[in-house]
Antibody
Framework: QVQLVQSGAEVKKPGASVKVSCKAS????????ISWVRQAPGQGLEWMGW????????NYAQKLQGRVTMTTDTSTSTAYMELRSLRSDDTAVYYC?????????????WGQGTLVTVSS | DIVMTQSPDSLAVSLGERATINCKSS????????????LAWYQQKPGQPPKLLIY???TRESGVPDRFSGSGSGTDFTLTISSLQAEDVAVYYC??????????FGPGTKVDIK
């Protein structure tokens, strides 16, 4: 069965960087892209970007351009999301998700979420 | 970007009664070449990731109870829970994937028991 397992919670200071991992199993990793979605406390869902696990092509949300980098390691079937220059409003649960189709679409599988807390 | 709005922000419905949530997109998400609406609905309970309920605006995901149904086309969509159960208390989000991989979500609608 398809599983997306994310790394554990992180606490970071403002200005620091965080790198969250998402290990995939149960399917051919390079056949699907991975999207990242975040959710601030008590707030809605915000799409952050998408990476093709086939060729590494990325598509980032405009508001995060320059601060976010998404990568994959096909040898371990793991996707990564790095966010730099952290601010307090980056405090959120970060989810990886996989669509039914390779290029995204609606999300049939989600990771369990990783809480990133940004606090001085 | 396509902006999604939802109404109401929250609603309280008696057990066994109907709950209706509306979702509107700032531009049509109907793709003319295949006549499909690129609109999905999710349910999210506290401490859990979202769960896919409906895709293509009206196709129920496998395992989702048939009391959940989706309708609409173009820019206006509705999620209906025909007979609210206690386990349906959650926040519901619509999502457009017309511009995939760039997708956008509605702000969410909280459903409670009256």
């Amino acid at each position: 069965q398809v599983q997306l397992v994310q790394s554990g919670a992180e606490v970071k200071k403002p200005g620091a960087s965080v790198k969250v991992s998402c290990k995939a199993s149960g399917y051919t990793f390079t056949s699907y892209g991975i999207s990242w979605v975040r959710q601030a406390p008590g707030q809605g869902l915000e799409w952050m970007g998408w990476i093709s696990a086939y060729n590494g092509n990325t598509n980032y949300a405009q508001k995060l351009q320059g601060r976010v980098t998404m990568t994959t390691d096909t040898s371990t079937s793991t996707a990564y999301m790095e966010l730099r220059s952290l601010r307090s409003d980056d405090t959120a649960v970060y989810y990886c998700a996989r669509g039914r189709y390779g290029s995204g679409s609606y999300y049939t599988y989600w990771g369990q979420g990783t809480l990133v807390t940004v606090s001085s | 970007d396509i902006v999604m709005t939802q109404s109401p922000d929250s609603l309280a419905v008696s057990l066994g009664e109907r709950a209706t949530i509306n979702c509107k997109s700032s531009q049509s998400v109907l793709y003319s070449s295949n006549n499909k609406n690129y609109l999905a609905w999710y349910q999210q309970k506290p401490g859990q990731p979202p769960k896919l309920l409906i895709y293509w605006a009206s196709t129920r995901e496998s395992g989702v109870p048939d009391r959940f149904s989706g309708s609409g086309s173009g820019t206006d969509f509705t999620l209906t829970i025909s007979s609210l159960q206690a386990e349906d208390v959650a926040v519901y989000y619509c999502q457009q994937y017309y511009s995939t991989p760039l997708v956008t979500f509605g702000p969410g609608t909280k459903v409670d028991i009256k």
